[in-house]
């Protein structure tokens, strides 16, 4: 029988046969300026804390996150997204810590903004959560419910204090209706026009955020789902992208990520600005665990879970392991 159009005549395990023509063809790839590092800096610590729940992540102090800053400059990354821990006696109700100029978070920026200039770009959570007695993202009115717009009120103060403290980047996080363009005027009134907001648009209620809530030392009793969205919806998370374009977005993002790539990927499709997405503490702790436990390759399974964000669609994914994998892709 001839050789000529015998079955099958198509091979395409030809462009696997080698490392090199792999790598060749590969059609998504991973780049350090893809990733954003997530770090908490605590207060009142002389060292490092160590997160249980996330091996191989720590609760900074000031001198140690301004270390960690310049490591992901030297490693390539784009960004450092700061999560502020006070000390427990000064949560109050209404967050006032996230908005004391003095407080740990603005201090820390102006600690990392000085430390790195605009090699990195410094981001700041925006966000009341780690700052309030009760653990919730916003102000409660008198029958213990979130108040979406005197919680507004409080946004645009902390925006303010952000950007004074030296943040290239806001990223809102709490899930209030009008928070993009309440914060974006509250940062134009005092002339920070060149502050940009990234938006988390698409933020569902999630069991995955269960090791950050030891990150950040949460007082949260209860839960969330009455202003995070809800996993089972689509049209709810084009519904929120539609309104943040609208109110001035400068960039957009899907959490958690792992669960949701087929809304990262709707969202991709249609936004007009850069799409971001955040690999929780959640998807984090349970490679780490499995690969503690010798059940999966670590560094492998790494690689694939990011590289999965970055085919659905993420310009740029925010990863605890940022800097370890940046470096790894310079070898």
């Not at 090699?119 to 959560?129: A, G, K, R």
């Not at 809800?230 to 374009?245: P, S, V, Y």
């Amino acid at each position: 029988m001839s050789t000529y159009g015998s079955f099958p005549g198509a091979r395409p395990r030809r462009l696997r046969s080698t490392p090199v023509m792999r790598r060749m063809v590969a059609e998504t790839r991973l780049h350090p300026a893809d990733f954003i590092l997530p770090a908490f800096v605590r207060e009142g610590v002389s060292e490092p804390v160590p997160i249980d729940a996330m091996p191989g992540v720590v609760q900074h102090t000031r001198d140690s996150l301004k270390k960690a800053a310049a490591e992901a400059v030297a490693a390539g990354i784009s960004g450092i997204m700061l999560f502020g821990v006070p000390e427990d006696e000064k949560k109050d109700a209404l967050g006032s810590a996230g908005t004391d100029p003095d407080g740990i978070l603005q201090v820390a920026l102006a600690d990392v903004r000085a430390e790195v200039g605009d090699e990195l770009l410094v981001m700041s959570d925006l966000c009341l959560d780690e700052f309030t007695d009760h653990g919730h993202c916003g102000v409660l009115d008198s029958e213990g419910r979130v108040d979406n717009d005197a919680t507004l009120e409080r946004y645009a103060e902390m925006a303010q204090v952000q950007a004074d403290a030296g943040a290239h980047v806001v990223g809102p996080s709490g899930m209030m209706d009008g928070q993009i363009g309440v914060i974006r005027d509250a940062l134009d009134q005092i002339g920070r026009e060149d502050v940009a907001i990234l938006a988390y648009t698409v933020k569902y209620a999630s069991a995955f955020y269960g090791p950050f809530r030891e990150a950040v030392g949460s007082s949260l009793k209860g839960d969330r789902k009455t202003y995070q969205q809800d996993g089972a919806n689509i049209g709810d998370a084009l519904r929120e992208l539609a309104l943040d374009l609208e109110e001035g977005a400068d960039m957009v993002m899907v959490k958690p990520a792992g669960p949701y790539l087929d809304i990262l990927a709707k969202v991709a499709e249609v936004s007009d600005v850069p799409v971001a997405a955040y690999q929780i503490s959640g998807e984090y702790s349970m490679i780490e665990a499995a690969a503690q436990r010798g059940w999966i390759d670590r560094d492998q399974a790494i690689l694939e879970a990011l590289t999965g964000i970055k085919r659905a669609g993420a310009r740029n994914i925010l990863t605890y392991w940022a800097t370890e994998v940046a470096r790894g892709l310079h070898q």
